[in-house]
């Protein structure tokens, strides 16, 4: 295909109108706003409308960053995308879909413009006049720009989209075919060879555990002991807004100056406004008298704030800044304590938005964290999705349900946008809103007389609120004195979301039996991808892990070399393996210092792999070909677990060998029995199956005995 080729016959060329709608009906979000449908004259762009992700609220594509010779152009190539299904020429070259995600579609208009811009740098004015050289010009000046091998090649990609849409552009928009698609042709021919690490691993940094430990802290401190006195609080708040009209009723103004000069007449002070906005506007229009609370007094005598305003207006030249007092605090009492010590002091009227956008975030934190879900997930949940399970043994668990969007895909392959309910439940604040949706943009400050919309909390916002509940928690952590508790900054950045979904996998595949536990819990079909969410990129985590189990390795090894130069005997199926593991780890790394590639060789070599099982008395040769500890044994691999799983050793397993000093500990250990039976302390059943248990272990150190030569027996004895 080339650029001059003309449109397939019966094909209507893309040309819209200046006052055509840019997005397609068909999938736009419900409840849409027709007003801010964009139409192909505007110059910003606005997919959020297409997104059914409450979450996602700008998505804006703003061509005034495109050159203006090529921008009318690309916005009718970008039409064309919005509009008709993916190519077939990219559906059959590439994984691709036939609908493109608004997030994807940002981004890939963005690399249009890059693109353009550079075009426009070589005197290029339209997409017809673009040549073969141009475009591997162009490949040649992404190579030096620093970023990853992938970054460039999926950059070339999103231009090839340019070509593949050509046939429906008029001709002056029509961009030959890039020499990378090429059948003949590879990528690396024009980026150079991939140099990108292909580990696998996720990128995203997790949170570091200094920071998270204290983070998660305060977050259910707040969520289980704080919340009700900030509940409280709002409830109170939610009282006095109520109370206020939605129209000024007669006499309102007079009422409240005569509440307002009844209180000065009694020596009582004048509520002054302890909010930011107050003070700002004080400031601004250089104010002599402080700002009165006008909505709490609003609330308080059943009239509007403009009255109140109003009556304050009447009186400005009898008031000094004097006759002001504190903010107005709320009849709550405060029954939470941190410490000893009440955690603060009485809740001011003003201070309630703040606290309710602390406790919100808390609850976000808890919920992001503690269930690992993805952040479109964890923010698209709704009221009721939280429900209290009682197993059989008396555990109570909490269920969390919601949708999820990662991998939802219709029966053409298409993502589906608003996702689907979620089958397996997240196991992990509903008095928080009064709507459907559990994390909003808008909360409860907004509540009553606003002009916004409940939209959907984005994970920008949500950066920026544990950005402030982070310092929070750090005032309270220094006024009562627990510098343990304080939160410091985190070396990877600001804390967003995603990566609390990395990090309690980092956690998780760290514990006993954690990489089934991730990858039931994450709904990953393989643990090979359970481990790239278990990694830590930026810290080398995986790298750290793999030194100390080269570490181990090294220590067991010496220890085995140890022993059988002094004599020690080994029996088992495996221990021609045992001995020849420990006579090759001597003859090559005994005596050596063993840095990071000698110890990624001694984890990698699989005739090293010796694991010492105190509570089993044995020694596992591990083979994971024959391990019986591994149900995929027979499909043993790249992706074969490569050392055992002690919780399923099998007493029959090719690779168990023994040593002198584990028959003696397995003697101490029959003798154990021995004397817990002769003091006949144990109830029947514990008592007759130690006894099997004893029958087991005599039964291989018989076994071991056998093997050995009848004067080392002797001398054992002895």
Excluded at 84 to 104: D, F
Excluded at 373 to 394: F, N
Excluded at 572 to 579: H, N, Q
């Amino acid at each position: 295909m080339s650029a001059s080729s003309p449109a397939p016959a019966g094909l209507e060329v893309v040309d819209p109108a200046p006052d055509t709608f840019v997005l397609p009906f068909n999938r736009l979000r419900p409840g849409f706003d027709p007003e801010q449908l964009p139409r192909f004259r505007d110059l910003a762009w606005r997919l959020a409308l297409i997104s059914p992700r409450e979450s996602n609220r700008s998505l804006v594509i703003d061509w005034t960053r495109c050159p203006a010779g090529l921008r009318p152009g690309l916005m009718r190539a970008a039409f064309a995308e919005l509009n008709i299904p993916t190519p077939a020429v990219l559906l059959q070259q590439r994984a691709s879909r036939s609908t493109t995600q608004p997030g994807t579609l940002r981004h890939n208009f963005q690399i249009w413009t890059r693109f353009a811009t550079w075009l426009d740098g070589c005197g290029i004015t339209e997409l017809s006049q673009v040549t073969t050289g141009d475009l591997e010009a162009y490949a040649e000046y992404l190579r030096p720009l620093g970023r990853r091998w992938r970054t460039d090649a999926k950059a070339l990609w999103v231009i090839s989209r340019l070509w593949a849409y050509a046939p429906y552009l008029p001709e002056s928009d029509r961009l030959i075919m890039p020499p990378w698609e090429d059948p003949a042709a590879v990528m690396s021919d024009f980026l150079g060879t991939n140099d990108d690490t292909p580990d696998g691993e996720n990128s995203v940094a997790i949170v570091h555990p200094a920071v998270m430990a204290p983070l998660l802290v305060w977050a259910l401190r707040t969520v289980l002991d704080l919340s009700p006195d900030i509940l409280a609080a709002a409830r109170e708040h939610r009282q006095l807004l109520d109370a206020i009209p939605d129209r000024a009723p007669l006499g309102g103004t007079e009422t409240t100056v005569a509440h307002l000069r009844g209180l000065l007449a009694a020596g009582e002070k004048l509520p002054s406004s302890g909010a930011p906005g107050a003070s700002a506007v004080r400031a601004r229009y250089h104010g002599v008298l402080p700002p009165m609370a006008n909505t709490f007094l609003a609330g308080t005598l059943g009239v509007t704030t403009s009255q109140v305003a109003r009556a304050r207006g009447l009186l400005s030249d009898e008031l000094t800044p004097a006759d002001f007092g504190p903010a107005p605090v709320l009849d709550v009492p405060l029954a939470a304590r941190i410490g000893a010590a009440p955690w603060r002091q009485p809740i001011g009227f003003d201070d309630v938005d703040t606290l309710m956008l602390h406790l919100s975030t808390a609850a976000l934190i808890c919920c992001a964290y503690l269930s690992g879900m993805r952040p479109e997930e964890v923010l698209a949940l709704r009221r009721g999705c939280c429900t209290r399970v009682e197993c059989e043994d008396g555990t109570v668990r909490f269920e969390v349900r919601g949708r999820h969007f990662k991998g939802v895909l219709d029966e053409d392959g298409n993502a589906i946008g608003e996702g689907e309910q979620r089958a397996d439940p997240w196991i992990v604040l509903e008095e928080l809103e009064d709507g459907e949706q559990l994390f909003t943009r808008t909360l409860y400050r907004y509540a009553k007389g606003t002009c916004l919309p409940r939209t959907g909390l984005s994970s920008d916002t949500a950066v920026e609120r544990i950005r402030a509940f982070t310092a929070w928690a750090n005032q309270l952590a220094a006024a009562h004195d627990r510098p343990h508790e304080l939160i410091p900054s985190d070396p990877d950045g600001a804390v967003a979301l995603r990566r609390f979904r990395r990090t309690v996998a980092w956690f998780i595949y760290r514990q006993p039996g954690g990489r089934i536990a991730l990858a039931v819990q994450y709904g990953h079909a393989a643990t090979t991808m359970s481990e790239s969410y278990a990694g830590r990129s930026q810290a080398d985590m995986l790298e750290v892990l793999d030194q100390e189990k080269g570490l181990a390795l090294a220590e067991t090894l010496t220890e085995a070399g140890e022993r059988l130069a002094a004599g020690e005997k080994v029996s088992g199926p495996a221990a021609d393996r045992y001995r020849a593991a420990a006579a090759e780890f001597s003859n090559r790394y005994a005596g050596t210092y063993l840095g990071k590639r000698e110890l990624r060789a001694l984890v990698a070599n699989p005739r090293l792999q010796v694991y010492e099982d105190p509570k089993a008395f044995l020694t596992c040769n591990h083979d994971a070909f024959t391990a019986l500890c591994n149900p995929d044994r027979d499909r043993a691999g790249d992706g074969a677990r490569h050392t055992p799983d002690h919780s399923r050793c099998h007493r029959a397993c090719a690779n168990i060998s023994r040593t002198d000093s584990q028959i003696t500990a397995l003697r101490a250990e029959v003798a154990r029995i021995d004397a817990d039976a002769d003091a006949g302390l144990d109830p029947y059943p514990i008592a007759a199956r130690e006894q099997q248990r004893k029958a087991h272990l005599t039964a291989i150190i018989r076994r071991h005995e056998a093997q050995q030569p009848a004067d080392t027996q002797v001398e054992e004895r002895r």
